[in-house]
T-cell receptor
Framework: GAGVSQSPSNKVTEKGKDVELRCDPI?????LYWYRQRLGQGLEFLIY????????KSGLPSDRFSAERTGESVSTLTIQRTQQEDSAVYLC??????????????FGPGTRLTVL | SQQGEEDPQALSIQEGENATMNCSYK?????LQWYRQNSGRGLVHLIL?????REKHSGRLRVTLDTSKKSSSLLITASRAADTASYFC????????????FGTGTRLTIIP
């Protein structure tokens, strides 16, 4: 079946502009996650959705970052007034989490964001 | 050091040899996962091992977990050129929270 998809695959923007990144999770997966990966680094957690709610936003680095999820499906991560330090690969993952336990997170290919 | 720290940072071996990577973590966990990443993009899930498990196998992969030492190892047997990638371990926080904490990874290079 189809995996997690993300768009765009690459985004180049100018400092100060807003960007919107999209994630389509695996159909039926209740949980959705956003991570950020800077060059040569591991992944940093940003936010987690269970359904359309975000119980954990603790990883969002500043109030310029926001995310929403609708229809228990698609999610968008918005970065306002982008800064050069926002340059990274933004990865989305989904899982078939139940109330009782977490499950494997399956990752999309990521969006490479470059802020000039 | 950070939660989910891999060792070594880089490893080069000849094709056909076995590769072993280690991961150490600091806090209690519910599960530990290993992922592979090619060319800095999408992560491929390899194995999830739960805190009450000690060893799991999947094809040429063997993962061990020692919760008393807060460490895990990933063994790839009979390595192939296609195994060249970065390998990350990821841990949860043991409280059912969803965020995974990743280390900086081991860069594995298989020499044909």
């Amino acid at each position: 079946g189809a995996g997690v998809s993300q768009s765009p695959s690459n985004k180049v923007t100018e400092k100060g502009k807003d960007v919107e990144l999209r994630c389509d999770p695996i159909s039926g997966h209740t949980a959705l996650y956003w991570y950020r990966q800077r060059l040569g680094q591991g992944l940093e957690f940003l936010i987690y959705f269970q359904g359309n709610s975000a119980p954990d936003k603790s990883g969002l680095p500043s109030d310029r970052f926001s995310a929403e999820r609708t229809g228990e499906s698609v999610s968008t991560l918005t970065i306002q007034r982008t800064q050069q330090e926002d340059s990274a690969v933004y990865l989305c993952a989904s899982s078939n989490r139940t109330f009782f336990r977490a499950d494997t997170q399956y990752f999309g290919p990521g969006t490479r964001l470059t802020v000039l | 050091s950070q939660q989910g720290e891999e060792d070594p940072q880089a490893l080069s071996i000849q094709e056909g040899e076995n590769a072993t990577m280690n991961c150490s973590y600091k806090t209690s966990i519910n599960n530990l996962q290993w992922y592979r990443q090619n060319s800095g993009r999408g992560l491929v899930h390899l194995i999830l091992i739960r805190s009450n498990e000690r060893e799991k196998h999947s094809g040429r992969l063997r993962v061990t977990l020692d919760t008393s030492k807060k460490s895990s190892s990933l063994l790839i047997t009979a390595s192939r050129a296609a195994d060249t990638a970065s390998y990350f371990c990821a841990t949860d926080d043991g409280f059912g929270n969803e965020k995974l904490t990743f280390g900086t990874g081991t860069r594995l290079t298989i020499i044909p």
